[in-house]
């Protein structure tokens, strides 16, 4: 709170910088905002403290609360370990159906995130031809990624169609929307834009920083969960100025940067520690949690990458994580498998 007051952050949305002056949020250096103690509190006042998620059938699928746990792929790896040749190449769209199909069979898996950034398709409309991978393929809940305001805007349409309309959609939501904002303690945009109109929309969004420790974020766990909550809460804040009751996913979730080599790493004590203190916080505030499992920074299937994925599986489940996102990820994101 004393972060968001004192140091603030930067705001880089003309009508979310509006929303918060509105508020009573201070505006100076042209997007430098430091936001109330009292405007964060009231936010999370008014964001439910649980979110219910369906399957394309109206079928309750995930309740997103307390210590529940749920599981799905990652998102955004440019390269893909082929299950039929096991040659890595660049991902492409029938990679993204074969993610589905696989993720739709397996009764553990409880949502379906695309694990790839295909390569085959027209490089700005390659997140909306994910969406629609994803929707043929599988009828449980998405969470998907959007290039921008404009993409994201075809793939609601695309869910509400499926949905049977705008208000279906809203009522019963099956497709989550996930946006960063860019730490430290930045806020594009591209991020706010679809923050914005989610929230106008009244439909579930992830708001989550992708820390790296001792990059983006203090090398401290401390100083980076610190860092990656005031980040999420600015987000919480827009989006129930925009909407009070807005639902929103949050999460400090990171990896640690090796300064010697200068290589991120996913599969470290660092970044599980980080996942269960931002958990714990964000259950105290009452926000559900996007929580990381299932990857590995090994690029094949090997002892390094059972040890990695069983560590994080054990450690997200103990500590309660709801959202559980990045199964299928190896090679630091880098590779879907």
């Known amino acids: 709170f004393q972060l968001m007051e004192r140091t603030g952050c930067r705001v880089y949305s003309p009508e979310a910088l509006a929303l918060l002056k509105a508020a009573g949020a201070k505006v100076s250096d042209t997007n ?4 109330p103690r009292a405007l964060t509190e009231k936010a999370l006042a008014a964001a439910p ?10 079928d309750l699928a995930m309740e997103l609360t307390g210590r529940n746990s749920y599981f799905g792929p990652g998102v955004t790896c440019p390269y ?3 299950p039929i040749t096991l040659e890595r190449r660049l991902a492409v769209k029938d990679d993204v159906v074969a993610t589905a199909i696989v993720a739709d069979a397996l009764k553990n898996i409880d949502f379906l995130m695309s694990l790839c950034m295909i390569s085959d398709r027209t490089p700005q409309l390659a997140d909306v031809h994910e969406v629609d991978a994803m929707l043929r393929n599988s009828t449980k809940p998405l969470l998907t ?6 993409n994201l805007k075809d793939i609601i349409a695309m869910a509400e169609a499926v ?34 109109y989610m929230a ?13 420790f001792g990059g983006t974020a203090p090398v401290t766990l401390a100083g980076a969960l610190t860092i990656g909550l005031a980040d999420v809460l600015c987000g919480v804040t827009v989006s129930q100025l925009v909407r009070e009751g807005t639902p929103i996913i949050c999460s400090s979730n990171g990896g640690v940067l090796d300064l010697k080599s200068f290589q991120a790493a996913y599969g470290s004590p660092e970044m599980l520690l980080m996942d269960g203190a931002g958990t714990q916080m ?13 990857a590995t920074d090994s690029k094949t299937l090997d002892a390094q990458a059972a040890m990695e994925v069983t560590a994080e599986i054990i450690a997200d489940i103990g500590m309660g994580a709801n959202l559980i996102h990045d199964f299928g990820m190896s ?7």
């Open 32 to 35: 430098l905002v430091r936001i």
């Open 49 to 58: 403290t649980k979110i219910d998620i369906f399957n394309r059938h109206g």
């Open 80 to 82: 893909f370990n082929d």
């Open 145 to 150: 990624w959007a290039f921008n305001a404009d």
């Open 163 to 196: 949905a049977g309309g705008a208000e279906n959609l809203r009522q019963k939501p099956n497709i989550i929307v996930y946006a960063e904002p860019t730490t430290p303690l930045a806020h594009s945009k591209e991020a706010l834009e679809k923050l914005m």
């Open 200 to 212: 106008k929309k009244g439909l579930p969004q992830v708001y989550s920083p992708g820390m790296t």
């Open 282 to 294: 964000l259950r105290f505030f009452g926000i559900p949690s996007f929580g990381l499992a299932g």
């Open 331 to 337: 090679d630091v994101g880098m590779t879907g498998s």
